[in-house]
């Protein structure tokens, strides 16, 4: 059984990036084997505009390489070690296609990151199963118009409290249809209030597991983990991996 199908969404972050690298065909397929219902992907653009799947600025810490992703084109991207090349969006769209769903996460959105990725998800036929996060709202307004039926998520910054997400709530609702607060914000207030506006709650990033329950009983929709399994557990439900062992 999928967690969906239990009321809650696992959301891998960076794929199962508690177990392996983060955003690699490993950490993903493990995602997929630990019984995550969703990718989610950090995307940037080259400076020759390719989307590739990187959270940092720079690839210093995945890549041991002090370059700007934005200062690098695609082909000198692949001259990295393969085990550290970042993924283009091309390559994970293909490898996966429709067999799960993905959160792309835009990192310091502008023009045209979002056309761009807009057309690589209607090239692949997956729109109905990618919503598109961000913390700016002018990318969240660019994402909409690439895409006016596409779904989209809020993201709040760590410091955003409960209060000051509710207050936002009904701006967010005129064209989203989740947000993304941090856990720590998180209280039966701000779900009510969500769920009142017809929003769907997705904190991040849950690993503990009694904060993985105590955000499970106030009613979240999803939850964006690095370890599927860890949440998995909180419903009663066995990672796939261990089903099928």
Not at 220 to 237: C, F, H, Q, S, Y
């Amino acid at each position: 059984m999928s967690s969906a199908e239990h009321g809650v969404v696992v959301i891998a972050h960076r794929g199962a990036s508690a177990h392996a690298p983060e955003h690699t065909f490993a950490s993903y397929d493990l995602a997929l084997e630990l019984g995550a219902d969703v990718l989610e992907l950090d995307l940037r653009l080259t400076a020759d505009g390719v989307p590739v799947v990187v959270h940092d600025r720079t690839l210093e810490r995945t890549a041991d390489d002090p370059r700007r992703v934005a200062e690098v084109r695609l082909a000198e991207l692949r001259r990295l070690d393969p085990a550290v090349r970042p993924l283009s969006l091309e390559q994970v769209l293909a490898r996966y296609g429709d067999s799960t769903r993905y959160l792309l996460d835009l990192k310091e959105p502008s023009a045209p990151v979002e056309a761009l990725v807009a057309e690589s998800v209607a090239r692949h036929r997956l729109g109905a199963r990618v919503q598109v996060q961000t913390f700016s709202r002018p990318g969240l307004r660019r994402a909409r118009r690439c895409d006016p039926g596409g779904s989209l998520a809020q993201l709040y910054s760590p410091l955003t409290t409960s209060a000051r997400v509710r207050w936002d709530l009904v701006r967010v609702a005129a064209f989203a249809a989740a947000i993304g607060p941090h856990s720590a914000a998180v209280d039966a207030a701000l779900v009510q209030a969500a769920h009142a506006r017809g929003l769907r709650v997705q904190p991040y990033t849950v690993n503990d597991p009694v904060e993985i329950e105590r955000l499970l009983a106030l009613g979240v929709d999803a939850l964006i983990t690095d370890a599927p399994e860890r949440v998995r557990a909180a419903l009663g439900l066995r990672p796939l991996l261990a089903a099928a062992a």
